[in-house]
């Protein structure tokens, strides 16, 4: 069985740009849900997909958007990126509403 | 949002047993109580999660107050390994998102 995989583990960005962050779900799994995670704080809901939908939001504005593939596998997008963006992003899969397994994540910087 | 209290930190020595408390004064009747850890440069981790009665599986066990207002998640036996923040949250079975609070960094000594 496969856990849940990110990539890029790490990622330097400039302000205004733009970035996708990408997760592969674990084996079986159909809903993804993703998290931000600010220097010494838990983590923050920032949206989920089920079975290629969306399926609930944080509150996060929309220049953060995501996808789910047929695979299940996701990608989070963020544009017109700002310093407080810089943040470790989390992924989860889970089957329908069941616990959630977490990736290792993604640090991004935002210079 | 239902909302929990647990201390910023904790101390425990290794190869004894730590309980992590947990205060959720305004939990409905439709939240189980829910726990993560977080090891250093790791994703959360499920450890364990109720609705009334006490749990136990290979992790650790889960003890909850009779008026669900409080509950307490017990490491057996710690090891420097356990070193982690631990997340106690509230979940709604019919949400499916995830809210966590600061959780409380446990800290094992040798």
Redesign the interface.
Same mark, same amino acid.
């Given at each position: 069985e496969t856990g849940?995989t990110q990539s890029p583990t790490h990622l330097i960005k400039t302000r205004g740009q733009q970035v996708t962050l990408r997760c592969s779900s674990q084996s079986g799994h159909n809903?993804v #849900?993703w998290?931000q995670q600010a220097l %010494?704080?838990?983590?923050?809901?920032i949206f989920?997909y089920?079975r290629e939908e969306e399926? %609930?939001r %944080?509150n996060f504005p929309p220049r953060f958007s995501g996808l789910q593939f047929p695979n299940y596998s996701s990608e989070l997008n963020v544009n017109a990126l700002e310093l407080d963006d810089s943040a470790l992003y989390?992924c989860?899969s #889970?089957l329908e509403?069941n616990?959630?397994?977490? %990736?290792?994540?993604t640090r991004l910087t935002v210079l | 949002d239902a909302k929990t209290t647990q201390p910023n930190s904790m101390e425990s020595n290794e190869e004894e047993p730590v309980h992590l408390p947990c205060n959720h004064s305004t939990i409905s009747g439709t939240d189980y109580i829910h726990w993560y850890r977080q090891l250093p440069s790791q994703g959360p981790e499920y450890v364990i999660h109720g609705l009334t009665s006490n749990v136990n599986n290979r992790m650790a066990s889960l003890a909850i107050a009779e008026d669900r207002k409080s509950s307490t998640l017990i490491l057996h036996r710690a090891t420097l390994r356990d070193a982690a923040v631990y997340y106690c949250i509230l979940r709604d079975h019919r949400d499916d998102k995830i809210i966590f609070g600061k959780g409380t960094r446990l800290h094992i000594l040798p």
């Open positions: 849940v809903t #849900s998290y %010494g704080q838990g983590p923050q809901f989920q089920y399926n %609930g %944080g989390l989860a #889970s509403d616990e959630q397994f977490f %990736g290792p994540g | -």
